[in-house]
């Protein structure tokens, strides 16, 4: 098996043994920063330190850890990088969309991911060089619309500037906007085509680092809001402008930066 479908394996299983018999079983409880975590959370991070650190015995970098630890591992050469549940808030009210997330991260770069949910038994994945896929099925499924009126737009409304965030009520240049609550599976679904487009004001490491691969292995295209590189941002706080192709991208692009933020 290579290494992709090790990691697929490793995240099904976990899935299965720690995820679903939690499911709307257990206590929420609150972070310093007021953020959302349960046992669950707990448990599938350590699963996952445990068994991926089998198959390639580098640091593991989680949602789950103190910000000092985090810091510290981020400086190593190569981690793995994990979200042990992506959509908190979902998993403990019912909503069936949220999901594990696993990236291998080289020197700030994600060089393999894979973002499953355990619901929907959805397994997308990717490997840098070489496409990506949802349950072996080459992304996208659909093509990306080619005008931004026509767009389903995934956008997260919390984090942006509050000029971007006015601007996009008042006059949206899609057809259609949505926000699911968990960043790796939005990542997905821009690589699948079931959004053209996605806008995010500021996500953490484990939030991206998975999906935003997924979606450039698609043939997606992503930057941040005010820089091209999108992997040479902030680990900690990445902005994420994106979409399913490269003339979608540029359009998608210009209005946010051209209306200003």
Known sequence: MNLIGEVASIVRRISETEILPRYLKVARLRKADGSLFTEADLAVQEALRRELTKINPVPLIGEEMEKAEQATLWNSGEL?????????????????????????????????????NPVSKEMFTAMKGEGAYLDGERLPLRQANEQLNGSIAAVDFKRLPRALATRLVASPPYSSQRNFGACSLEWCYAAAGRVDLYL???????????????????????????????????????SA???????????WRNWIREGGT
């Open 80 to 116: 793995w990088c994990v979200d042990p549940i992506d959509g908190t808030s979902n998993f403990v009210n019912g909503i069936p969309y949220f999901a594990v997330s696993v990236a291998l991260m080289r020197k700030g770069r994600s060089v393999l991911g894979a973002v499953y």
């Open 200 to 238: 995010h004001g500021g996500q953490k490491l484990w939030d991206y680092a998975a999906g935003a691969l997924i979606l450039e292995e698609s043939g997606g295209c992503v930057c941040c809001i005010d820089q091209d590189d999108f992997w040479e941002a902030s680990p900690w706080t990445r």
């Open 241 to 251: 402008i994106a979409a399913g192709n490269r003339g979608l991208f540029e359009k």
